[in-house]
């Protein structure tokens, strides 16, 4: 794109609208912007990338609503993005160059903690490493975590239903909101900021929200569920012969640790050879390779011996053969063995390109899956490595692929669609989802589509027309636009 393809050219009737709002320094133009644009035509990791008419950077929720409003007038599509960390190309324009995005970044307000009631009420672009300390000063914690926590936003975190490593104990998103308050696709404002945890007047409108991606209305607010503090943690690593073993060792170390089981993730040899290769200061810690390993999360608050009823879990876990191997950390020996499951996504790219599937079953049919899905992958692609990781007590894994070794880029990604659909098909034959956490955005609205019922599409966009009748909110994404 240059400034002089009239293409590029501002709408000059939205731009003379938009700047009042927002003032100058609130809109980036393309051409005379155009350092400061790239940024928000693409998402974080640079895998999805569009063409902005206009970026807009309102500061308060009132103008969020007099922006959408200008828009909706003139016809123009809004794209809501926070920290452009979601996985799906959701917070990404299309290339017309004719949708305005519309950043958050200016949205940081803490407006309210409320330490009786265990909430806290924020604005839609506070990073969620901003929440978790703003709880932690308070003495509680907000529990939500993830690779992404030092970017993404609490809006995007609403937006796409996010989940993490402590769903397990806390559940997701939709657990851990209480209340929002949103712009809707005409420019009026929403105001359900209640910190209610029992609320039964009618339709939920909060949890209409959670996970629609942008394509309902804006996130201003939100009040979060806020839980005690739990800085009593230990953290176990464990080798496992095989994926069996750690649905087994779940139940075993449930029924002993109860609701102190924050996390219990699993990865895969392949995850685990790839993370020793290519992340700095990384180490097994076991002298010989397993098959799967897992990793296990107690926490609670005061004096609890977690150390003590972990070391009880692992016992009773060898006693039922369970687990083959394991080491009990913490302190900077817990941050390594987390270094170990965190550093997966980072050891994939050197590996080249990774097609990316975050997919659920029932946690006892996660096995049968894997083997279901491998076998079928290995008839498409000979040698096509599955770095198979994730949130095990979810019923969650991202089935990511890695081509075979010795393989050129263009050679693997030649094979990209069937080696999808083949994960696809396995995930449909054993009842799962092919989005668990991530959500839909444009990469994957077909494929979910294809699996869903008509009845189900059908409900899906007469909600979509109920409140977005224009089709201007963020269109494309989760839906295709009609
Ligand atoms: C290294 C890494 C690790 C990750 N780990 C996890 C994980 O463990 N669990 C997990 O669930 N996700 C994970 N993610 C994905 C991502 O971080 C989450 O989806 C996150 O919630 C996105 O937040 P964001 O602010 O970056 O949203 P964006 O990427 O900016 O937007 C995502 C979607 O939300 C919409 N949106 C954003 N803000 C608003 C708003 N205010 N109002 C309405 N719509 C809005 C956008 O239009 C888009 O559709 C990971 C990503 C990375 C890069």
Redesign the pocket.
């Known amino acids: 794109m240059t400034a002089a393809d009239p293409d590029d050219r501002p709408d000059a009737a939205l731009l003379a609208a938009l700047t009042p709002i927002v003032g100058g320094r609130g809109v980036l133009v393309p051409g005379a912007d155009d350092d400061r644009l790239a940024s928000y035509a693409t ?3 640079g895998a999805y990338a569009g063409r902005p008419a206009l970026v807009v950077l309102p500061r308060t929720t009132a103008e969020v609503a007099e922006v959408v409003r200008a828009c909706a007038a003139a016809g123009v599509a809004v ?14 324009p299309d290339a017309s160059g004719r949708q305005v995005v ?1 950043s ?1 970044e200016r ?1 940081r307000g803490v407006r309210e903690v409320d330490v009786a009631n265990q909430t806290v009420t924020v604005e ?2 506070v ?2 490493a901003d929440v978790q300390r703003v709880a932690r000063e308070h003495g509680l914690q907000f529990p939500l ?5 030092g ?15 402590a ?1 397990l104990r806390y559940g ?2 939709r657990a851990l909101t209480l209340g929002l308050e ?2 809707l696709p005409d420019g009026r404002v929403w105001e359900g900021l209640r910190g209610l945890r029992k609320d039964n007047t009618g339709y939920d409108l909060t949890q209409l ?1 959670l996970g ?9 607010a939100a009040v979060l569920a806020l839980h005690p503090a739990t800085p009593r943690r230990a953290t176990a690593w464990v080798a496992l012969a095989d994926l069996a073993a750690a649905t087994a060792l779940l139940g075993t170390v449930r029924a002993v640790a109860g609701e102190r089981v924050t996390s219990f993730e699993v990865m895969s040899a392949q995850s685990l050879a790839i993370v020793l290769a290519h992340v700095p200061g990384t180490r097994d810690p076991f002298a010989t390779a397993h098959p799967w390993y897992g990793l296990v999360e107690l926490a609670d608050g005061g004096d609890a011996d977690v150390e003590g009823l972990l070391e009880q879990v692992l016992q009773e876990a060898v006693e039922h053969d369970q687990v083959v191997d394991a080491v009990v950390a913490s302190g900077p020996r817990a941050a390594a063995v987390w270094a170990l499951r ?1 550093g997966i ?2 050891a994939q790219n050197g590996e080249g390109p990774s097609l990316k599937h ?1 997919v659920s079953v029932a946690i006892s049919a996660l096995p049968a899956f894997v083997a279901h899905a491998d076998v079928a992958l290995a008839e498409v692609l000979p040698g096509v490595r599955v770095v198979s990781y994730g ?1 095990v007590g979810d019923g969650n894994l991202h089935h990511n692929l890695t081509k075979p070794v010795g393989w050129t880029d263009e050679a693997f990604l030649a094979h990209a669609d069937r080696l999808t659909a083949t994960v696809y098909a396995s995930v449909a034959a054993f009842g799962g989802s092919i989005s ?4 839909l ?1 444009t990469a994957k609205r077909d494929a979910a589509a294809a699996q869903k019922s008509p009845v189900e599409l059908d409900l899906q966009r007469a909600l979509k027309r109920a409140v977005d009748p224009a089709g201007l909110m ?1 269109p494309g ?2 839906l295709a636009a009609e």
């Open positions: 998402d974080w990791r794209v809501p993005q926070g920290g452009g960390t979601g996985l799906c190309g959701g917070a990404v519309l958050t949205l839609a672009g990073v969620l975590s993830m690779g992404s926590e970017r993404c936003t609490v809006g995007g975190n609403v937006a796409t239903n996010a989940g993490g490593t769903v997701g998103m949103v712009v929200f629609s991606e942008g394509t309902l209305g804006v996130v201003t965190e996504s980072e975050d949130h668990a956490e991530h959500g955005g963020n994404k989760v």
